[in-house]
């Protein structure tokens, strides 16, 4: 088993920065990553980032791209997210999950992770 806990969200606005952090605990050594997803009202979570423990895989959405920073602590098993450049469509619930299968073809689909946190309110203000 593997738990997650996000924190770091909040109310900020647009054009600014914060800085989610996901703590790992319980049988960190058998995942490959942390993924970083965002859930807007009505809408199915949608993929963000993700940071493979061995540095093997980084991977952002288009919309992340150059604005957002994955990284990854393996001492203290936490993967940060840290977000830029703040727009009110990034507005969500930022959850953290965690995934065991090795298939970087698919590291951005929600289906393969198996353990999820209870995520993080993120508010963009106009």
């Known amino acids: 088993q593997v738990r997650l806990v996000e924190s770091g969200g909040g109310l900020v606005q647009a054009g600014g920065s914060l800085r989610l952090s996901c703590s790992a605990s319980?049988?960190?050594?058998?995942?490959?990553?942390l993924g970083w997803f965002c859930q807007q009202p009505g809408k199915e979570r949608e993929f963000v980032a993700t940071?493979?423990?061995?540095?093997?895989?980084?991977l952002y959405s288009d919309s992340a791209k150059g604005r957002f920073t994955v990284s990854g602590d393996n001492a203290s098993d936490t993967v940060y997210l840290q977000m830029n450049k703040l727009k009110p469509d990034d507005t969500g619930v930022y959850y953290c999950a965690a995934t065991l299968a090795r298939i970087p073809s698919v590291i951005n689909k929600s289906f393969i992770y198996s353990y999820w946190g209870r995520g993080t309110q993120v508010t963009v203000s106009s």
């Open positions: 319980g049988t960190t050594s058998d995942t490959y990553a």
């Open positions: 940071f493979a423990w061995d540095g093997s895989t980084i």
